[in-house]
Nanobody, 125 residues
Framework: QVQLVESGGGLVQAGGSLRLSCAASGRTFSSYVMGWFRQAPGKEREFVALVGWSGEGTYYADSVKGRFTITRDNAKNTVYLHMNSLKPDDTAVYYC??????????????????WGQGTQVTVSS
């Protein structure tokens, strides 16, 4: 059974930085793309970033491009989301997610079968 556990959320002022972590267990971590998504109050969950199997390939939502960086450490079975220049609009619960198929490279929520419990990020103005 795949388990994903996020950490690192918190309260930060606009312009500040946070690093989220997601520890994975239950299968060969390096065989799968990993993604970050977020859900703001009253809004649908949306794609933020994804990272390929070796960490060299990444893709970002336009809203975070240039401010957020996704990385992974396959030796530690962990994926990270480095968030800089945070804005109040970045306030949301952030989730890491993993697809069920090793061939998946997608920004679609429906392609991800495993989700963490989420970690709250609050950016004050």
């Amino acid at each position: 059974q795949v388990q994903l556990v996020e950490s690192g959320g918190g309260l930060v002022q606009a312009g500040g930085s946070l690093r989220l972590s997601c520890a994975a267990s239950g299968r060969t971590f390096s065989s799968y793309v990993m993604g970050w998504f977020r859900q703001a109050p009253g809004k649908e969950r949306e794609f933020v970033a994804l990272v390929g199997w070796s960490g060299e390939g990444t893709y970002y939502a336009d809203s975070v491009k240039g401010r957020f960086t996704i990385t992974r450490d396959n030796a530690k079975n962990t994926v990270y989301l480095h968030m800089n220049s945070l804005k109040p609009d970045d306030t949301a619960v952030y989730y890491c997610a993993a697809p069920g198929r090793a061939s998946t490279w997608s920004t679609e929520l429906s392609e991800y079968d495993y989700w963490g419990q989420g970690t709250q990020v609050t950016v004050s103005s």
